[in-house]
């Protein structure tokens, strides 16, 4: 008899970590197929037992691939009735119900996969509280106004018609093409999210443009204003010139490459200190300048002041121009700056406190007129002179030191960025970020001009970040003008302290919503677009003073209520306004104030959904990408908060962007594009992008959006993605197959009357479920993913479906074996369906959709309550991971053990007592040892020193084949080893 090589392991002193171990060495098992077909079935002998065997049976493909995957998720979203969840988890009665607010996607185009990312979050957050007995309130919502859909809808009709018919270009004519794109792109995303499986009633959405969105947003604005939180003002603010209207901070992107001309210039000063004139005498009295240094030379006609810091030294400095000495002031800790524009031939006179210059008068650049010098707080020191070209119409700094010192604030660029006539013949109609910087430059240099007297000191370019219409992607310009404002000063405090009760998650990014917040100077509402909310103010024709009070708001809100939002641009103002008010101009004879023309900030519409949708600041959730904190997030405190005191939402998620597999941004000129679409129904040539299907999708989602700030996505991601879901369905199809005769009600067992090994299970599962859910509770989905994958893939198949397929195929069909295996089989099904169901709906469904016992059972009409306090048995799972601790030796030095191998095991101490609880007596061949080793017999004998450890000794087993169980336990001579010749005798 050949004899395998013994060996002895001394105690450890700790139990083994069975996951990932024993999955290397055990997933062969995994390639016995469903049949558990193989070559000797084509013996004779061994084929006339075949219908003994209680083999697992299921209509459950193991497979489906191609365009029958599209087909299949779409029939069961049919069949399982995921158009109806929604309303009828409404129905039911629950205690707890969670609220998540949808942020509104923009309406502008196909949905992308960065709508996949945030959709599908959402929907595994409302699915995963579902299964846990909360009634969800979900509202998906389409943001349907602004800029980047008219603009679209523009150029879509220019494209459209001939070159002979032109655009509308009438407010209504506008209004009608961007509404007629907003539909379209909406209904577009609308089944798209369908298709990825989200939850919602589809009949029941938001939209911006509703007139009763409109009518309720114009209510919240009332609200606002008669509480003193809105006021209309002139003062800069972000203007774009290619999209012609006002932008709020959240509508910027900043280009870190753009090229700014950049030049010093000169301008010659008078009533300077006594001490300057006594330092210059000895030199002849030379003109002094003051040096500014500025990358918007197009602001130069519109300077007032220059801005010195009185806290730093300036010096007093001589150099040589074309062989005239000339005086300049500079800032001491700059000097270097001054070497690098006129060489290093300086001569420093005298240096002095910044607040000297408080007396100083310079000659404007352009103009013959003299300004003054002031103090300014935002004078720094990292580059330039030290001296700021202050320029109140085109500056937020330059503006509030006009405030304080009560200087013009005089803006002379038009809507379109372009000079006004004000300016002059040189400067008029020049468009100020293009030709108008060279411009102003040339005027410098002309001796007989306006600039005459002013020095150009140098000329450069310089690279800087500015910037950009976010729609346009062209630079914008800071430009004064009388806008709508809400005054965040007056609310940061308050929005502060509220936002200390918010949870935002994930906890590295919390920082970021209050430091943006408290760097917000205030929050421009108005646009000067007509693709939008009206904002309801009216203006007296004489003064163009503001007409604006609750009760006329509320006329306009009802009116654009009954009849549409349009009506702002269709009806006369003797419609809009409240008769009593038109009577009354009319007894006093004065004319009708006249109705506004510009609409709100697409921000205060969305801002402003927690009030149109949800009617109180009542959400348990907002979940967006990072960068809506300076967008949605913000703008919906800010008006939650000055309307109720409140924040609208009481946690916060935030997930991050979409990159490729090589971590770039994804982008049409680089091919890496990523459409969602493709994923799920695959491309025109499917061996280039095949069907991943919905599911796949959303496995990518779970197991990639919370894990990283950005995500990445590729084939190869998509495909590691489409095996572990292929690995999921494997292990539930054969939890499936097995369970075809379990009939739960009539065959359950008490946990203490099962087999250790299968109480071990339902311990491993109970932890394995807790965990899960613990994850689904701290938004953790992608582990969620990863440990549903480790116990599916090591605990569940590699260990445990091998050692049981004996008891399942072998025993008797109603045995105690058999049906302690099959509990546990059950409850494994039921559980893994519960934990995997928010990511992967349409798998599991389909897999109750195949149940024999569940035709009308919906894995969402379930929930879950926990596990029984029985399961948890931490003694026993000591003891049964000593005992793998044998197990893992074994497979370790013999790799290929089966059943055709005995087993003899030398122990004592508790290893002794950890492997008597699976087989009782010295020798046997139907333990619940031997099952756990997959041997056909294993002899136990304790260690006669008692030691606590244990020595194996493998050999040829004696026994013969059984040709039914194929263990080597039959008699010499037999065909069935005495197990299999019972149960035959006892079934068949």
Same mark, same amino acid.
């Given at each position: 008899?050949?004899?395998?090589?013994?060996?002895?392991?001394?105690?450890?002193?700790?139990?083994?970590?069975?996951?990932?171990?024993?999955?290397?060495?055990?997933?062969?098992?995994?390639?016995?197929?469903?049949?558990?077909?193989?070559?000797?079935?084509?013996?004779?002998?061994?084929?006339?037992?075949?219908?003994?065997?209680?083999?697992? *049976?299921?209509?459950?493909?193991?497979?489906?691939?191609?365009?029958?995957?599209?087909?299949?998720?779409?029939?069961?979203?049919?069949? *399982?009735?995921?158009?109806? !969840?929604?309303?009828?988890?409404?129905?039911?009665?629950?205690?707890?119900?969670?609220?998540?607010?949808?942020?509104?996607?923009? *309406?502008?185009?196909?949905?992308?996969?960065?709508?996949?990312?945030?959709?599908?979050?959402?929907?595994?957050?409302?699915?995963?509280?579902?299964?846990?007995?909360?009634?969800?309130?979900?509202?998906?919502?389409?943001?349907?106004?602004?800029?980047?859909?008219?603009?679209?809808?523009?150029?879509?009709? #220019?494209?459209?018609?001939?070159?002979?018919?032109?655009?509308?270009?009438?407010?209504?004519?506008?209004?009608?093409?961007?509404?007629?794109?907003?539909?379209?792109?909406?209904?577009?995303?609308?089944?798209?999210?369908?298709?990825?499986?989200? $939850?919602?009633?589809?009949?029941?959405?938001?939209?911006?443009?509703?007139?009763?969105?409109?009518?309720?947003?114009?209510?919240?604005?009332?609200?606002?204003?008669?509480?003193?939180?809105?006021?209309?003002?002139?003062?800069?603010?972000?203007?774009?010139?290619?999209?012609?209207?006002?932008?709020?901070?959240?509508?910027?992107?900043?280009?870190?490459?753009?090229?700014?001309? &950049?030049?010093?210039?000169?301008?010659?000063? &008078?009533?300077?200190?006594?001490?300057?004139?006594?330092?210059? &005498?000895?030199?002849?009295?030379?003109?002094?300048?003051?040096?500014?240094?500025?990358?918007?030379?197009?602001?130069?006609?519109?300077?007032?002041?220059?801005?010195?810091?009185?806290?730093?030294?300036?010096?007093?400095?001589?150099?040589?121009?074309?062989?005239?000495?000339?005086?300049?002031?500079?800032?001491?800790? /700059? !000097?270097?700056?001054? =070497?690098?524009?006129?060489?290093?031939?300086?001569?420093?006179?005298?240096?002095?406190?910044?607040?000297?210059?408080?007396?100083?008068?310079?000659?404007?650049?352009?103009?013959?007129?003299?300004?003054?010098?002031?103090?300014?707080?935002?004078?720094?020191?990292?580059?330039?002179?030290? $001296?700021?070209?202050?320029?109140?119409?085109?500056?937020?700094?330059?503006?509030?030191?006009?405030?304080?010192?009560?200087?013009?604030?005089?803006? #002379?660029?038009?809507?379109?960025?372009?000079?006004?006539?004000?300016?002059?013949?040189?400067?008029?109609?020049?468009?100020?970020?293009?030709?108008?910087?060279?411009?102003?430059?040339?005027?410098?240099?002309?001796?007989?001009?306006?600039?005459?007297?002013?020095?150009?000191?140098?000329?450069?370019?310089?690279?800087?970040?500015?910037?950009?219409?976010?729609?346009?992607?062209?630079?914008?310009?800071?430009?004064?003008?009388?806008?709508?404002?809400?005054?965040?000063?007056?609310?940061?405090?308050?929005?502060?302290?509220?936002?200390?009760?918010? #949870?935002?998650?994930?906890?590295?990014?919390?920082?970021?919503?209050?430091?943006? @917040?408290?760097?917000?100077?205030?929050?421009?509402?108005?646009?000067?677009?007509?693709?939008?909310?009206?904002?309801?103010?009216?203006?007296?024709?004489?003064?163009?003073?503001?007409?604006?009070?609750?009760?006329?708001?509320?006329?306009? *809100?009802?009116?654009?209520?009954?009849? %549409?939002?349009?009506?702002?641009?269709?009806?006369?103002?003797?419609?809009?306004?409240?008769?009593?008010?038109?009577?009354?101009?009319?007894?006093?004879?004065?004319?009708?104030?006249?109705?506004?023309?510009?609409?709100?900030?697409?921000?205060?519409?969305?801002?402003?959904?927690?009030?149109?949708?949800?009617?109180?600041?009542?959400?348990?959730?907002? /979940?967006?990408?990072?960068?809506?904190?300076?967008?949605?997030?913000?703008?919906?405190?800010?008006?939650?908060?000055?309307?109720?005191?409140?924040?609208?939402? #009481?946690?916060?998620?935030?997930?991050?962007?979409?990159?490729?597999?090589?971590?770039?941004?994804?982008?049409?000129?680089?091919?890496?594009?990523?459409?969602?679409?493709?994923?799920?129904?695959?491309? =025109?040539?499917?061996?280039?992008?095949?069907?991943?299907?919905?599911?796949?999708?959303?496995?990518?989602?779970?197991?990639?959006?919370?894990?990283?700030?950005?995500?990445?996505?590729?084939?190869?991601?998509?495909?590691?993605?489409?095996?572990?879901?292929?690995?999921?369905?494997?292990?539930?199809?054969?939890?499936?197959?097995?369970?075809?005769?379990?009939?739960?009600?009539?065959?359950?067992?008490?946990?203490?009357? !099962?087999?250790?090994?299968?109480?071990?299970?339902?311990?491993?599962?109970?932890?394995?479920?807790?965990?899960?859910?613990?994850?689904?509770?701290?938004?953790?989905?992608?582990?969620?993913?990863?440990?549903?994958?480790?116990?599916?893939?090591?605990?569940?198949?590699?260990?445990?479906?091998?050692?049981?397929?004996?008891?399942?195929?072998?025993?008797?069909?109603?045995?105690? =074996?058999?049906?302690?295996? @099959?509990?546990?089989?059950?409850?494994?099904?039921?559980? $893994?369906?519960?934990?995997?169901?928010?990511?992967?709906?349409?798998?599991?469904?389909?897999?109750?959709?195949?149940?024999?016992?569940?035709?009308?059972?919906?894995?969402?009409?379930?929930?879950?309550?926990?596990?029984?306090?029985?399961?948890?048995?931490?003694?026993?799972?000591?003891?049964?991971?000593?005992?793998?601790?044998?197990?893992?030796?074994?497979?370790?030095?013999?790799?290929?053990?089966?059943?055709?191998?005995?087993?003899?095991?030398?122990?004592?101490?508790?290893?002794?007592?950890?492997?008597?609880?699976?087989?009782?007596?010295?020798?046997?061949?139907?333990? %619940?040892?031997?099952?756990?080793?997959?041997?056909?017999?294993?002899?136990?004998?304790?260690?006669?020193?008692?030691?606590?450890?244990?020595?194996?000794?493998?050999?040829?087993?004696?026994?013969?084949?059984?040709?039914?169980?194929?263990?080597?336990?039959?008699?010499?001579?037999?065909?069935?080893?005495?197990?299999?010749?019972?149960?035959?005798?006892?079934?068949?």
């Amino acid at each position: 008899m050949r004899q395998l090589r013994p060996l002895f392991v001394p105690h450890s002193g700790n139990c083994r970590n069975i996951q990932w171990t024993r999955l290397r060495i055990l997933h062969r098992c995994l390639s016995t197929s469903l049949t558990n077909s193989g070559k000797e079935d084509n013996d004779t002998s061994a084929q006339k037992y075949k219908r003994t065997v209680l083999l697992p *049976a299921t209509s459950f493909p193991l497979r489906v691939e191609g365009e029958k995957r599209v087909r299949n998720e779409r029939r069961i979203q049919e069949e *399982a009735g995921f158009a109806d !969840l929604y309303d009828w988890q409404r129905r039911q009665v629950r205690k707890k119900e969670y609220v998540l607010h949808d942020g509104p996607p923009y *309406a502008n185009g196909k949905p992308h996969i960065g709508h996949a990312v945030n959709k599908i979050l959402k929907d595994v957050t409302m699915r995963q509280k579902l299964v846990r007995g909360y009634k969800v309130h979900y509202v998906p919502g389409w943001d349907c106004h602004g800029l980047p859909i008219e603009l679209k809808a523009l150029d879509r009709d #220019k494209k459209k018609k001939k070159k002979d018919v032109s655009t509308p270009t009438t407010p209504l004519g506008i209004r009608k093409m961007a509404r007629k794109f907003a539909e379209e792109a909406l209904d577009i995303q609308l089944e798209t999210f369908k298709r990825w499986g989200v $939850l919602a009633n589809w009949s029941n959405i938001y939209r911006s443009f509703d007139p009763s969105y409109v009518s309720k947003e114009l209510l919240l604005f009332a609200d606002l204003y008669e509480k003193g939180y809105v006021y209309q003002a002139y003062k800069p603010v972000y203007f774009s010139p290619s999209s012609g209207t006002a932008l709020a901070e959240a509508e910027l992107e900043y280009n870190n490459e753009h090229c700014s001309p &950049s030049i010093y210039v000169g301008m010659p000063c &008078s009533n300077l200190p006594h001490f300057v004139q006594e330092k210059l &005498s000895d030199y002849g009295g030379p003109q002094v300048y003051l040096a500014v240094w500025t990358t918007t030379p197009w602001t130069l006609p519109a300077n007032e002041a220059i801005c010195f810091s009185p806290d730093k030294n300036y010096s007093l400095v001589l150099i040589e121009q074309e062989g005239k000495l000339t005086a300049l002031i500079w800032a001491e800790e /700059l !000097l270097e700056e001054l =070497k690098k524009v006129v060489g290093n031939n300086i001569t420093i006179l005298y240096s002095f406190e910044g607040s000297q210059l408080a007396t100083v008068k310079y000659r404007h650049p352009l103009a013959e007129r003299f300004c003054p010098c002031l103090p300014g707080s935002h004078v720094t020191m990292s580059k330039g002179t030290g $001296l700021v070209h202050t320029a109140p119409a085109h500056g937020h700094d330059d503006f509030l030191v006009a405030l304080d010192f009560k200087i013009p604030v005089d803006c #002379k660029v038009d809507s379109r960025g372009c000079y006004m006539p004000e300016v002059g013949a040189e400067l008029a109609g020049k468009r100020v970020l293009e030709e108008g910087n060279d411009a102003v430059t040339q005027l410098l240099l002309k001796a007989d001009g306006f600039g005459g007297p002013t020095l150009l000191l140098a000329k450069d370019s310089f690279i800087h970040s500015y910037p950009y219409d976010w729609r346009t992607k062209k630079p914008v310009i800071i430009r004064a003008s009388k806008q709508w404002f809400i005054n965040t000063d007056i609310l940061k405090e308050r929005a502060l302290e509220v936002l200390q009760d918010v #949870k935002i998650l994930p906890r590295s990014v919390q920082t970021g919503m209050i430091g943006q @917040l408290e760097r917000r100077p205030y929050w421009c509402i108005s646009r000067q677009r007509v693709w939008g909310a009206p904002i309801p103010v009216f203006y007296d024709k004489v003064t163009g003073e503001p007409v604006v009070n609750r009760r006329i708001i509320e006329h306009v *809100a009802d009116v654009l209520q009954r009849e %549409g939002p349009d009506s702002w641009w269709i009806l006369p103002e003797e419609n809009l306004l409240p008769p009593e008010l038109v009577e009354n101009f009319r007894q006093n004879e004065k004319p009708l104030p006249t109705k506004g023309t510009d609409i709100f900030d697409i921000w205060f519409d969305s801002g402003s959904s927690w009030n149109s949708v949800l009617g109180s600041p009542s959400a348990d959730l907002y /979940l967006e990408g990072v960068d809506q904190f300076t967008g949605w997030f913000q703008s919906s405190l800010l008006t939650s908060v000055a309307s109720t005191g409140k924040a609208p939402y #009481k946690q916060l998620y935030v997930h991050g962007f979409t990159l490729d597999e090589t971590g770039r941004k994804m982008s049409k000129s680089l091919n890496n594009v990523i459409d969602p679409d493709i994923v799920t129904d695959g491309g =025109k040539n499917l061996s280039k992008d095949p069907v991943y299907g919905a599911d796949v999708l959303r496995w990518w989602v779970a197991s990639h959006a919370t894990n990283h700030t950005n995500l990445s996505v590729g084939k190869n991601i998509l495909d590691q993605c489409k095996e572990s879901v292929q690995k999921v369905r494997a292990v539930l199809r054969f939890l499936l197959a097995s369970l075809g005769d379990y009939q739960p009600c009539e065959h359950s067992l008490p946990v203490a009357d !099962l087999k250790p090994v299968d109480q071990y299970m339902l311990h491993l599962l109970k932890g394995h479920i807790e965990r899960v859910w613990e994850h689904y509770d701290n938004f953790e989905y992608h582990r969620v993913a990863a440990t549903s994958l480790a116990f599916i893939n090591s605990n569940v198949s590699a260990f445990y479906f091998s050692i049981i397929k004996d008891r399942l195929y072998c025993e008797s069909r109603l045995g105690s =074996k058999r049906m302690s295996a @099959l509990l546990v089989l059950h409850h494994l099904l039921h559980h $893994l369906l519960l934990s995997l169901a928010p990511v992967l709906p349409h798998l599991v469904e389909e897999v109750a959709l195949h149940h024999h016992n569940k035709k009308s059972w919906h894995v969402f009409h379930q929930v879950y309550n926990g596990l029984p306090a029985s399961w948890d048995q931490p003694e026993l799972a000591s003891r049964i991971e000593r005992c793998l601790e044998v197990r893992d030796q074994l497979f370790r030095s013999h790799p290929n053990v089966n059943h055709n191998v005995q087993v003899t095991v030398t122990a004592g101490g508790d290893m002794l007592e950890a492997l008597m609880l699976l087989q009782r007596h010295k020798d046997a061949i139907d333990s %619940g040892l031997c099952e756990l080793l997959m041997v056909s017999r294993v002899i136990l004998l304790p260690d006669e020193e008692g030691r606590d450890g244990f020595s194996l000794e493998a050999r040829i087993s004696t026994g013969e084949k059984c040709l039914r169980c194929r263990k080597h336990t039959a008699d010499v001579g037999e065909e069935l080893c005495m197990r299999c010749k019972n149960t035959i005798s006892s079934s068949w």
